[in-house]
């Protein structure tokens, strides 16, 4: 592997914004597919495969923080207390928010007893006080292990590491539903869940590959993806196992082929911005974490009361502008948040 240049390259800057807004398409979508065999099939197949073509979006989080995170060398404990500090004081302020808009909403209820009130709270910070925290959680885990990956990752030949994710992805393979009949009783979780996407994506924005055409390649390798999760996901509704989301699911083979392609066509890829939108971008990109964590109650708020989501007009044209008026206006809310005298920078994320 050649030296490693860990600053902040610019395709990931691109790549980071296009990432949060697709997360923002997924949600939007979710609520067109629980609604399965109550909808029109061309609605929900608008959703099907739109949820499809922005799979890669976690994913691809993840492989940023590998290519910007392990070819640094940290000292254990200043590294856990950055990174840890900037992770979980947000999230702790926004999941007492998702707590305060589910009381207000009447999904749980508080009584005069103080403790059982407290107790109520302290199981919702453990097990997510909102359906898209669980990303908060699984970061928190791999922040504990970059130190430990990445110095396998500096000091390891570039065969060693394609051992790491050939070994990574077979265990991927043969834990699929559709192929744990040919599982054996070896015990191979050591490679499993998302660390091979902090490996794939150093691996993959630091190699220089010397292929004709690999953009071309990349571009069908996503389209032969979006079709393979799409078509797979249909098939699945029709069939028993109804509801699964086994194509959806973003530590899978499908998942990890959409969001390698989706990686190298921004690395592949050099657009020319102009200023004015290099200022958006970098803009936004510095409220990406704060943006994540509170869209989902902008969500909320979009569909109920005001009406906005897949309903406002057709599917294929609510969705995403539902989303973008969801970025937009979550941009302004963390914003906002941030200007809170003292504690704003700290809680807005």
């Not at 302290?122 to 504990?144: P, Q």
């Amino acid at each position: 592997m050649p030296p490693t240049k860990t600053q902040n390259i610019d395709w990931i800057n691109n790549l980071r914004i296009v990432a949060l807004y697709a997360v923002i398409i997924l949600h939007s979508t979710s609520l067109l597919l629980q609604q399965y065999g109550k909808v029109s099939m061309s609605d929900w197949m608008v959703a099907d495969f739109l949820n499809a073509i922005v799979r890669f979006a976690v994913p691809v989080f993840v492989m940023i923080t590998g290519a910007l995170s392990l070819g640094k060398e940290y000292e254990i404990g200043s590294f856990l207390k950055k990174r840890l500090l900037r992770v979980v004081v947000p999230f702790l302020f926004w999941s007492l928010v998702y707590i305060g808009y589910s009381l207000y909403n009447e999904e749980i209820t508080f009584t005069a007893d103080v403790w059982a009130n407290t107790r109520i709270v302290l199981h919702l910070l453990k097990v997510g006080s909102s359906y898209h925290l669980w990303y908060v959680y699984m970061l928190i885990g791999l922040y504990f292990f970059i130190p430990v990956i990445g110095k396998f990752v500096r000091h390891a030949s570039e065969k060693e590491i394609l051992y790491f994710l050939a070994v990574w992805f077979g265990v991927l393979l043969i834990t699929q539903p559709y192929l744990v009949r040919y599982n054996l009783s070896v015990d191979m979780h050591y490679f499993a869940g998302f660390v091979g996407y902090l490996v794939l994506g150093h691996y993959l924005a630091f190699k220089e590959f010397n292929i004709k055409h690999l953009r071309l390649w990349m571009v069908l390798l996503f389209i032969a993806s979006i079709l393979l999760i799409g078509l797979g996901s249909r098939e699945i509704a029709d069939s028993r196992q109804w509801p699964s989301t086994m194509f959806f699911e973003p530590v899978s083979p499908a998942i990890v082929l959409l969001a390698s392609s989706v990686f190298m066509i921004f690395k592949l890829s050099a657009p020319k911005l102009s200023p004015v939108i290099i200022r958006i971008r970098d803009f936004a990109g510095g409220y990406n974490y704060g943006i994540y964590l509170a869209h989902a109650l902008v969500l909320y708020l979009l569909e109920d009361p005001l009406g906005i989501y897949y309903k406002l007009c057709v599917p294929i044209v609510a969705i995403p502008l539902t989303a973008l008026i969801c970025f937009v206006v979550t941009l302004l809310l963390v914003w906002l948040v941030n200007k809170i005298p003292f504690a704003g920078k700290w809680i807005s994320g």
